[in-house]
């Protein structure tokens, strides 16, 4: 029986500190019994807190890297990922927790060669479903949501193992390694915002599928620092804006009519 495909998985902290024990346990503990490394990229120099709690086994397969000065998402999981050494590569938010075994169900959906990125469905620590796969946020989306003060515009999906979306939140993003490299990764234009769909969006255009696998999760404490920071609102908009004026964007809009 051939070994199951090997992984390589980025982490950024943000002074998370002590706090990224709990997804590196859980990363750790799932991957367990495959090929894998984990890449932990302290964007703000911080103490080490991590190395002592990890096993020797774990330490070696865990590297740690810290930026000079901050850079952004895109450029965080660019120089993490891009010439690892795994099949398949994965982006993880420092805060989530993987309270169930999904490599399996990864390692199935990215064998299709019709994916192109998948991820589970994320969840409240309540268990309430999150909307980490979504359809397209156009201009009108965002003023219906902000301006008229509708609910997030959600797509409803069907029961079903899996879901074909639009996008998918960069909470967690996993994808075969040459299909991550044959893209360029992230553009770095991007700062904090948008990078998540403009990757989607450019991996569907080259003909592969977005997947939520909604047989499978993860935990996610959501906070939208969005609605409370106003560099992060400037952020935002700035990155929509660049999106909204993309040749992705308008691609993949031209896409959806002809479909």
Known sequence: MSSPPSWTVSVISHGHGASLLGILGDLHQRLSGRDYHIVVTHNLPEQDTLSAALTAEQR???????????????????????????????????????PVPLFDALDAALAESSTAIVSPQARTPEGLAEDNGRPLLTPLRLLR?????????????AHAPSAEVDWLAGLFLAMRRADFEALGGFDTRYYMYAEDIDLCLRA????????????????????????????????????????????????????????
């Open 60 to 98: 070696a397969r865990t590297r740690f890297r810290t930026n000079a000065t901050p850079a952004g998402f895109g450029a965080n999981h660019n120089a993490a990922l891009i010439g690892a050494q795994g099949d398949h590569v994965l982006m993880v938010d420092p805060d989530l927790r993987l």
């Open 145 to 157: 949501r902000y301006l008229l003060g509708r609910a997030r515009d959600t797509r409803r999906l």
């Open 204 to 259: 569907q255009l080259r003909g592969g599928r977005c997947l939520l696998l909604q047989n499978s999760h993860i935990v996610h404490p959501a906070r939208r620092a969005t609605l409370s920071s106003r560099q992060h609102l400037v952020w935002h908009l700035r990155s929509l804006l660049r999106l909204w004026r993309s040749p992705a964007y308008h691609n993949y809009r031209r896409q959806q009519k002809t479909l």
